[in-house]
């Protein structure tokens, strides 16, 4: 199903075709919103530095320190893969140690 659904309760499934839902973004409208500037401009260092693009309103955040893990190059193993730059990100320095803190967290809500 094409098309625009709002509402006020979590969609799981589409209620015509019982698809997953996808969630999709109003680019032209989040120009207007958000940059790379007002991002980069928060001291908050977690994924809530980007709350414009969560499915979660500002006043419901709760975070245990989770998100904004760093990355770290990897030369060699992008030069044998032959690509131009590969990073790993060190999910691993979330709170609990998972890659899953991420998710998760949304989940709460």
Do not use: H, Q
Request: aromatic share 14%.
């Amino acid at each position: 199903m094409v098309g625009l659904l709002i509402f006020n309760e979590v969609i799981y499934r589409c209620p015509s075709c019982n698809s997953l839902t996808e969630i999709t973004f109003n680019i032209d409208a989040l120009k207007e919103k958000v940059s790379k500037t007002l991002f980069a401009k928060r001291s908050i260092y977690s994924m809530w530095r980007y709350v414009e693009l969560l499915p979660i309103s500002p006043e419901n955040i709760y975070s245990p320190g989770e998100g904004f893990t760093p990355t770290v190059k990897s030369k060699n193993l992008a030069e044998y893969l032959k690509a131009s730059k590969l990073n790993f990100k060190f999910e691993f320095l979330n709170p609990t140690g998972s890659f899953k803190d991420r998710e998760a967290i949304n989940s709460y809500f």
